[in-house]
């Protein structure tokens, strides 16, 4: 889960390590705004820059059915 402390560094780890050991990554989002006292919550910017790493990693980016599909083939 990404909470309002998570880092774009820390998301961008998660997603290297995501990469580099052929695992399946469930990033979860909840509120996205600019209010501090939502723990749960992250920024616009944070996001942002989660889908622009992402994008180019060239990590496939896949619904939980297609996941479940592929560790059930």
């Not at 909470?3 to 820390?10: D, F, I, Q, S």
């Not at 501090?36 to 910017?45: D, I, K, L, N, Q």
């Amino acid at each position: 889960g990404v909470l309002r402390t998570t880092t774009l560094a820390e998301i961008q780890n998660w997603v290297n390590e995501a990469i580099q050991n052929n695992v399946w990554l469930i990033l979860m989002f909840h509120q996205i705004d600019d209010v501090p006292a939502e723990t749960f919550g992250t920024t616009p910017v944070i996001l942002q820059g989660t889908v622009d790493y992402i994008v180019s990693s060239g990590i496939d980016v896949v619904t939980m059915k297609e996941g479940l599909s592929l560790m059930n083939p």
